[in-house]
């Protein structure tokens, strides 16, 4: 009953006083609207980002890496006998040592084995020069099992021609980078000559391009066959010098990276570490997104606070006529309180749902197209728990704003006020 | 059997600021239930300062207060603020109402807060005190629009719903004219003789004819009381 009355009086007020009230509520509404409008663009642009660069990197590779690490030379092998000399190699050059993983067969069954992993593929790169009539582009080539290189790259949607089971039909096919086959001029169906830098060559017929919408890689890779570059490279048909790996969970890529790297033997890089831009860009515009939101919602707040504190003043008699009627301080704070509390969830729901609509229309609006984008629109992630926190931090802004306008109010003496 | 209704042991305080100042110097008096008491006194003698003493609004004095039995002195504000629902009607110069409001809902927000009684029955006493007056034709207007006589019969109403043991009421005809103040005076005798205790500050000396007891207030002290020789009992 008493809470009713206290209601009763709130509402009546806040309607009286409709249009500061609406403001002070459109001060919160922009605030959560913005939020949710920026968190879920921001994210979506990182997940974009993030979805692309991965495209083209494995969540894990295991490769031979040169050693620049030679602890033991033959001068020090030599002078072993005599500890009073010390031996110092200047400057020594890398070791010439066969990059393939020795044991990869054993290695690759072994991964498929473990629940974490989702995708292992194989791979034997080599540098070559592409030959296309007098043309000679420096390039790369990826001898790979097409089927698990679709499925870890996602190349089936990246195909701007043919398809990647294109390569197992064909008799030595080649898939091109797309621009690396604009720059040769070669389309589905032509010939190029690929030589290695041993001076070995052979000739391909390019079955399909691709394009990553990375130009480091649509200009220089192309794809083959695993047993097309050992032919070239005139090798054993278990020669192979990477093993990438996908997971299903990249979040635990660095610690099955060390884990791999120990048992195995072998350098196991993740994600991360070979491209701790993605993160960092991910890091600065989350910053940047949480930031701008968080001002926006503090504003809204500081707004709500100048509203309540002149209502307040406005108000003086009429809270010295309820204390003289027997309202205590409890419930002056609790009216006061309530409208600023009415007025925070009234924002913050309409702020989520103006916020979603803005979501919503943007995730509509067409990206505009090149050849190298894969996105149709713009990039829009749709969380509950943004808009939870939203909501959860709009309402606490307003609760903050308005308990000391509240507070004063509970604590003004009649006395004075009725005096005049 | 007359029955105290208010009663007030050596009051005194001191206003602070600017500088010391003692406003009422042991102040004791005694209300006799159904009595019309008025205070009189030059402006500044300390009438309204004993009057927001005894509405238990301001607690900062020495002495003590008791009303209905309650002795008030030393109680919470949230006590106090329950006991004035309950046992205090306010009657102000200016009329205060809370102008968003309409004049049945200010009548009945003190009696809402008591919390006895159904709405339905609030509403009810609401009309019965506005016919009362004879405005129960405003009942429905917003406040804010009614002239400053008919404010002041609403302040009145409104000090009424909950059937205080004592009205309180501070210059109620300082800022009428002359035709209301008398529509006033008229209402506070009716009240008086319906048996309503009555303690009213004004400097208005027909007024103060019309009670039952006048206090006379000087510097901080009561410096005369007298029965006034008009009341009509």
Redesign the interface.
Known sequence: ??T??NL??AG??L??RKRQSFIAMLGVLFGISMFIFMVSFMKGVNTYIQDTMLSAIPDIRIYNDIRTDYTSTIAGDWFRHDPAKMIVVHHPRPEKVRLNLKNAEAIISDLRLRPEVNIVSPLLSTQVFFNYGSAQLNGVLDGVNILEEARIFGLRDRMITGKPEDLLTADKGILLGQGLADKLNVRRGNLVTLATPEGTSMRFRVVGTFAFGLSTVDNIKAYVNLSGVQQLLAKNHDYITDIRIKLRDINTARSLALLFGKKYGYKSEDWESTNPSIKTGNMIRDTLTWVVSLTLLTVAGFGIYNIMNMVIASKM??I????????????IRAIFLSQSLVIGVLGAGLGLLLGFLLSFGLSKVPFPQTEFTFMKYFPVVFESKYYFFGAGFGVLTTFVAGVLPARKAARLD??AI??? | MEQTILETAHLNKYFSLPERFQVLKDISLSVKKGEFITIIGKSGCGK?SLL?LL?T??TDYEGTITINGTMVSGLK??D???????HIG?V?Q?H??????TVL?NIM??A????RLSREDIEHNAMEKLTLMGIQDIALKPSGKLSGGQQQRVAIA?ALINNPGIIMA?EPTGNLDSANTQIIFNIFQELSRQGNTILAVTHDRDFAGRSDRIIEMMDGRISDTKIATTSPR
């Open positions: 009953m008493k009713s009355v009763l009086i009546t007020q309607w009286a008699k009429d010295a006529i309820l204390k003289a009627q027997g309202f205590d301080g409890r419930d009649p006395v009725l005096r005049g | 309204s927001y509405s609004l301001d504000e949230h106090l603020a329950r006991f004035r629902n309950e306010f102000f200016f205060f109402l809370l102008p968003e409001f809902q927000i003190p809402l807060k008591l919390g409104r501070d």
